[in-house]
């Protein structure tokens, strides 16, 4: 390689790494490989050389030209790097800034209930059935069996309407449902047997203390077919309390106890112990009572139109508040309907959190 | 229902331990509700001997007293003037609970002298008014004995519930029965006396009303003593919490307890001629012996003399014939009486009465003729006297009930595997007969067994309902379907919606007042609660939203102002069965939320477009098409007219938004603003089901070319229609207008606005030449010219 073209290697080498900015960088850029650059100058001498000179000179001035372009390249990269380094440092910004703010709501401890109530039901085959919460005192009582003046219509504190002037007799004398059996009614004539029923809603009794509401929420299910038992039924209590409170061993006691619309019928337990004020669910030493159940009452089903001696099945029900307090610890019935935003917001759930029985949630 | 161990000791012929009693109670349906055992209770009392009581050197009235309890002298400052040297007493020690006056004893020092318990009262220990000094024993009583041995209350207290079926458990004879066919010992036989009467009764009995009253016995008994009742028999009436008042009184009261037989005495001094049993006529008054005085309406049983009324049967005898402590002679009376009249008078007169409870269940109506001796030899014995012969009206009504059984039926509806012989043995032991293999007849105590499965439960609560095996049941299909009905589906999506919106779900009473229902488009008298809980809960609601406000407005006077609450629930507009609608409704109270340092944006006051947003997002989730949702202002009244609208679908209006009437407002006392919708669920069109596929999505190939208008319009003039009418000039090819700006003031007339904006054409079949862009952009600009009057702002 001539002299020249080391002097020129030279010159420009320590131009490219003088150069301490992009700006500088593409100036030597230009001045060394540009239009008008150094090595375009010498490049453009090569014409007038004989063909040998200029075939090793040729090749020298590419091999430089490689080599500048190289050189550049690496300067350009570590100057780049140095600039990115430059901005971000200055680029800081207190990190520890509050979000902005979305407002989350929360779904009411009563509808996650019956939402994974129903979902627990509709796995054993169960589907919804709805009625209307104003009743009349046929579908209230006495299609359910309770006799004109029995005692039992006095353990429902019934709010009543005013009389219906279109209609004569029990159809006239318009109620709040005491509870959701009415449906029962409903649901048995317009659909008939077999049937495998839950329903779900708000049901009325005039009693306001620490343990009422003059307004709660019952869940119960039916289910009538030809050979439907008592096992069935104990079976059926079983399975969903175990299910719902997610306790695979949760022991369940039949009660003997009365209801007008069944025969038998029974008050249903779930194990659970006692310590300290403070109540766990579970196998243990004690019993918590949690709603009733029995056979439908032979009357019950003749008076839906249908034949007891060959349909048979059961009925059970119970308070969806009380569930919910007992699977989530919630301490007092009436904060339900307090509607205070700090209970909504601790004690419901998140839209996104649907029962789901694949999760078990 | 109360009763003693000991008591029902009387009946049953037991080996059997408390518990084991109490568990077989409630495995028989008659639920322990609790047992009372005074033995621990009062262990701390016991009999001591007062050594020594002198004046207090301090005080007048106070003595202190050196007390040797058996196991140590302890010095007691004692105020009862009774206490003296030598008396056997009853002393209670410091850390001993004083039940008469709820009081825990301490250690202390009175005026200066040392106290180490207390020498009690009656009424210190409950048992009666007593106060004048402290209890004051016999000499030869034991140092040491305990208390409850002194006042035989050394038995303990079993309380049941008992359901209103069971009306033969409302006596301790009916208990034992029970017990007894459980395998918890035998049923003793109960001995009926035959008390020969003394002549006739000069009082008859006269039934006018057969049916509320078919049977009514009586006798009179003369020249008797009404003293006080047998210990055993006050210490048994005591424990279960009835005072002893006389022994007629004790002896009505114990018979019911013990026989589930009320029975009632009168003053044959009092009487004035014959008995009549007779309806009563409506305003008819008497003094109850509760106290009370009642007036009746028409239809009552009325007990009445030529006096006229004395009492209701059954229910609750009058002060004018009531037995004293002088009564000489005595009328008694056991009758029948028919448990609906009963209930409805008990009901109407609010009484409740030992024997209302027993009638209105229903009593053994044969066992009146027995229960009459009974009753008259317990008077003879404890009142002395002589009875007359017995009187009787009316018979005893027809009450036999003969149920098909087939030991078969058991298993097929409770699943349980009973011998056939363990049942009839069961059945008989329960009192019911068995004429032969394949029927029972009812005994005359239990009116509540009327069929064949009545018959299944008896034998199955006498095994035990732990004997039921579970049997589980399964879905038809391996995998379950679905079980929702469209309304919860609906319900259940819209929920899920608005709480994704940032609104909680709230649960609200389905009533609230009259007056603030009125605001909210209430006007149907059919709705209003005849019997409230109070005047706040009186009537169905119309609408759910004065609840969420008053709720709202709760939470803001807590401190959180700001809340976005909604509810899926019923509204009311008719008592009919179609008169009930589910909507989803909300509101906003507020802003956004607090101030924020990214901006205003955070803290913005909610607008009427919030709650136009929180509806058809509800609605959207609820499966309405809300592409085709028309705006128009046909809101409710409650809204304010200009800040309101309603979307509809067609003519079909299924959901109303806007800012709450300030006048509403004002009359419910909310000072700020409200921005609410409805969401009417119900009136969503269902969709035809053609299966869960999508319809075929189709994406254009072509760049989309977006261009802006501004137009000038009347301020009157509605923004939908402007975007509608955008639409419609080429609907083909216009897949998005949207608005993004609305400008009044300088620069544009008074009177008019600027509206500005951007619509996208997508191209479908080919890139758009700009002749054919143009031509679509006059076609607009024509079109919303022609429909709103609009000119493009220069």
Not at chain 2, 213 to 226: A, Q, S, Y
Not at chain 2, 402 to 412: G, Q, S, V
Request: glycine share 8%.
């Amino acid at each position: 390689m001539s002299a020249n073209i080391e002097d020129l290697k030279s010159e420009l080498t320590t131009m490219v790494e003088a150069a301490n900015d992009l700006d500088s960088l593409e100036t030597v850029r230009v001045s060394a490989l540009g239009k008008k650059g150094k090595i375009t100058a010498q490049m453009k001498t090569l014409g007038k050389m004989d063909p040998e000179e200029r075939k090793t000179k040729g090749a020298a001035l590419n091999l430089l030209k490689d080599e500048i372009a190289a050189l550049i390249a690496t300067q350009e990269a570590a100057l780049k790097k140095q600039a990115l380094e430059q901005r971000l440092s200055t680029e800081k910004i207190d990190v520890s800034l509050p979000v902005r703010p979305k407002a989350k709501g929360k779904i009411h401890p009563i509808s996650q209930t019956m939402e994974e109530l129903n979902a627990i039901f509709a796995s054993m085959g169960f589907t919804i059935a709805e009625g209307p919460d104003i009743e009349d005192d046929w579908h209230n009582f006495t299609a359910l069996n309770f006799p004109p003046g029995h005692p039992a219509r006095e353990m429902h504190d019934t709010f009543y309407l005013p009389d219906d002037p279109n209609e004569q007799g029990e159809a006239a004398k318009k109620l709040l449902r005491t509870h959701t059996s009415t449906v029962q009614i409903r649901a048995m004539q317009e659909q008939g047997v077999p049937i495998k029923i839950i329903v779900m809603g708000r049901t009325y009794r005039s009693d306001y203390d620490i343990t009422h509401t003059p307004m709660f929420h019952q869940c119960e299910a039916l289910y009538i077919d030809k050979n439907i038992h008592m096992g069935h039924l104990k079976g059926c209590v079983l399975d969903f309390t175990r299910a719902y409170f997610g306790i695979d061993d949760l022991p369940v006691q039949f009660r003997p106890s009365f209801f007008p619309f069944t025969e038998p019928s029974a008050e249903m337990d779930i194990g659970c112990s006692r310590k300290d004020g403070g109540l766990k669910i579970g196998a243990g030493d004690d019993w918590l009572e949690i709603g009733g159940c029995g056979m439908v009452h032979p009357n019950v089903i003749k008076n839906c139109g249908l034949d007891p001696d060959e349909y048979q099945g059961f009925a059970l029900g119970f308070g969806i508040e009380r569930m919910a307090m007992l699977k989530y610890g919630i301490p007092d019935l009436r904060t339900f309907f307090e509607n205070d935003i700090r209970w909504l917001q601790h004690y419901g759930f998140d839209p996104l959190d649907r029962p789901n029985r694949a999760t078990g949630s | 229902m109360k009763f003693t161990f000991s008591w029902l000791k009387e009946h049953l012929d037991t080996d059997a331990s408390l518990t084991q009693i109490t568990d077989k109670l409630t495995a028989l349906g008659l639920e322990l509700e609790g047992i009372e055992d005074p033995t621990e209770k009062f262990a701390p009392f016991k009999v001591a001997y007062v050594e020594k009581a002198e004046q207090h050197p301090d005080a007048d009235r106070l003595r202190v007293c050196i007390v040797d309890t058996g196991s140590e002298k302890v010095q007691v400052v004692c105020g009862a003037p009774n206490a003296r040297t030598g008396m056997k007493a009853i002393f209670a020690p410091a850390g001993a609970y004083v039940p008469g006056t709820d009081l825990l004893l301490k250690k202390g020092k009175i005026r200066g002298e040392e106290s180490n318990g207390m020498l009690v009262s009656e009424r210190e220990m409950g048992l009666s008014d007593e106060h004048d000094g402290i209890i004051d024993l016999p000499d030869d009583t034991a140092i040491g004995t305990p208390f409850t041995d002194i006042y035989g209350m050394n038995d303990p207290v079993i309380d049941i519930a008992l359901t209103p079926d069971r009306a033969d458990c409302a006596g301790v004879r009916g208990i034992a029965r029970d017990l007894a066919a459980a395998g918890m010992g035998t049923l003793k036989p109960l001995t009926t006396p035959a008390v020969k009467g003394n002549g006739k009764s000069p009082i008859n009995v006269h039934i006018k009303a057969k049916e509320q009253c078919p049977l009514f016995m009586g006798r009179l008994i003369k020249n008797i003593e009404n003293k006080s009742s047998p210990t055993w028999m006050q210490n048994r009436l005591k424990a279960v919490g009835l005072r002893p008042i006389s022994a007629l009184v004790d002896i009505t009261n114990y018979v019911s307890l013990d026989l589930c037989r009320p029975l009632h005495v009168y003053d044959a001094d009092l009487l004035k001629g014959d008995i009549t049993v007779r309806l009563s006529k409506s305003g008819e008054k008497f003094d109850a012996l509760n106290d009370k005085s009642y007036t009746t309406d028409k239809g009552m049983t009325a007990i009445t003399d030529e006096s006229g009324l004395l009492g209701l049967g059954g229910i609750v005898g009058g002060v004018s014939t009531g037995c004293t402590d002088t009564t000489q002679n005595v009328f008694l009376e056991c009758a029948y009486f028919d448990p609906y009249a009963i209930a409805k008078t008990g009901r109407a007169l609010q009484i409740d009465s030992d024997a209302r409870y027993r009638f209105e269940r229903g009593v053994d109506p044969e066992f009146v003729f027995d229960a009459t001796e009974i009753a008259t030899q317990m008077i003879l014995d404890i009142c002395g006297g002589e009875a007359s012969e017995v009187v009787q009206a009316g018979d005893v009504p027809d009450y036999e009930t003969f149920i098909d059984f087939d030991p078969a039926y058991t298993k097929k509806l409770s699943g349980m595997d009973v011998p056939e012989d363990k049942q009839y043995e069961i059945l008989k032991d329960l009192g019911f007969q068995l004429p032969n293999n394949n029927q029972v007849l009812c005994p005359s105590w239990r009116n509540d067994v009327h069929g064949k499965a009545d018959l299944v439960e008896e034998v199955i609560r006498v095994i035990g309902y732990d004997s039921i095996e579970p049997v589980s049941v399964r879905s038809e299909h391996a995998v379950a379907h679905g079980g929702e009905t469209p309304n919860i589906t609906r319900s259940r999506l819209a929920r899920t919606a608005l709480a994704a919106r940032g609104l909680s779900e709230c649960v609200t009473w389905s009533f609230m007042s009259k007056n603030l229902a009125a605001h909210f488009g209430s006007n149907d008298n059919g709705l209003t609660i005849t019997n409230p809980i109070s005047s706040d809960w009186d009537q169905m609601r119309p609408s759910i939203l004065p609840n969420l406000i008053t709720a709202a407005a709760t939470n803001a006077d807590k401190g959180n102002g700001d809340t976005m609450l909604f509810e899926v629930g019923p509204v009311f507009k008719s008592a009919k069965t179609d008169g009930q609608n589910n909507i989803a409704t909300g509101i906003r109270f507020g802003s956004q939320g607090n101030r924020h340092w990214s901006g205003a944006e955070a803290n913005r006051i909610n607008d009427i477009y919030d709650a136009k947003a929180d509806a058809i997002a509800a609605l959207e989730a609820a499966g309405a098409p809300t592409g085709n949702l028309q705006t128009a202002r046909e809101a409710s009244e409650y809204f304010h007219p200009g800040r309101s609208g309603v979307l509809k679908l067609g003519k079909n209006i299924i959901a109303q938004f806007g800012e709450i009437h300030p006048g509403v407002l004002d009359e419910m006392g909310i000072k700020s603003s409200v921005m609410g919708f409805e969401v009417f669920l119900d009136a969503i069109p269902q969709k035809k089901s053609k299966g869960p596929a999508k319809p075929l999505l189709q994406l254009s190939a072509f760049q989309p070319v977006n261009r802006d208008f501004a137009f000038i319009v009347d301020e009157n003039v509605e923004v939908e229609a402007i975007t509608r009418a955008t639409i419609g000039a080429e609907r083909n090819l216009i897949s998005e207008v949207s608005v993004f700006d609305v400008y009044k003031g300088k620069g544009v007339d008074e009177g008019k606005k600027s509206i500005a904006i951007n619509v996208m054409i997508q191209p479908v079949k080919q890139t758009l030449t700009d002749k054919e862009i143009e031509g679509i952009c006059t076609k607009i600009i024509d079109a919303v010219s022609a429909k709103t009057g609009a000119t493009l702002r220069g």
